[in-house]
């Protein structure tokens, strides 16, 4: 178990540390960093979230339906969680409080998800974490790029529900967000990439998590890390509050054994870095959610191998 949560997650830490060294010492520029989050967001993790997806069987993921269903349902809850508290506790604005929230609702399934499952419990978990990507994708993704640009365009005065609606249709013009969608209704449909499309996608995608990770590394370099009592609680929803809400709703649902542990472990994993990398081109980089990220990475290896030795021993 050691040996697997080091394989998923020393690389992970690895690539934010080398990004945030990068920027701390001015070896990369941390401050206009708009093409390297254009290579991220909408070419490498694009073709990186179509490949996943597009390689997975129709019958397989209709199998999985109620796992995504469950996955949307825990994501959905904890952001709206941590949106609350981020505007009412924290008196964030509507940017700051809906990166803080992605940070936290929607976990790194990309860079952790798929391998430590894949190797701990098998090819049918893999399935299960390459639909958590597409989960969040296309519900919480879109919904902060919609605030985002809301917000944006109301100078801080208060956005309504027909703004931000308009604004969650326009963010499926995203790569990011239509790519796993393409994928979904291209599995639906039977269809298959000629051989040479598929490989120029694979490569691309090979780009995806290296290069993710440098630039979250990289924006988080750009400010103060500082361990505070609402870091502390952002971590805390991230590697405990999230996963026990996970376990108790999939318990009280009757899943299956593997389901719920699967569900479970994604819910535990460390934040994503799309909030960050989302509020950067708004400039929405809140410090809160920074430091909870970087925070849930450096305590992440211990809380995920409770969780593994809950689900295997106790459920």
Known sequence: MTLILLDALLPIFVGLLLGYIAGRRGVMDNLNVRNLIVLVMDFAIPCALFSTISRTSWPVLREQSESAAMIGVVFVASYAASYIWARKSLKMSISDASVLALTVGFPNSAAVALPLLTTAYGPRSSVTAALSIAVGSITISPL????????????????????????????????????????????????????????????????????????????????????????????????????????????????????????????????????????????????TGSSALIASYCVGAFSMAGWMLVLTRYL
């Open 144 to 287: 902060t790029v919609a605030l985002l640009e809301a917000d944006k365009l109301s100078d801080g005065n208060g956005v309504s529900l027909r703004a931000v609606a308009i604004k969650f249709l326009r963010a499926f013009t995203r790569p990011v967000v239509w790519a796993p969608v393409l994928a979904l209704v291209g599995v639906y449909f039977g269809l298959h990439l000629p051989s040479y499309i598929d490989r120029s996608l694979t490569i691309l995608a090979s780009a995806a998590s290296g290069s993710a990770l440098i630039l979250t590394g990289l924006v988080v370099s750009s400010q103060t890390f500082r361990f505070d009592k609402k870091v502390a609680w952002a971590t805390a929803a991230i590697v405990l509050i999230q996963p026990l809400f996970a376990l108790g709703i999939t318990e009280l649902f009757h899943m299956s054994h593997a389901e719920i542990r699967d569900i479970t472990l994604i819910s535990a994993i460390p934040g994503g870095f799309f909030g960050l990398v989302f509020g950067k081109s708004f400039n929405a980089t809140p410090e």
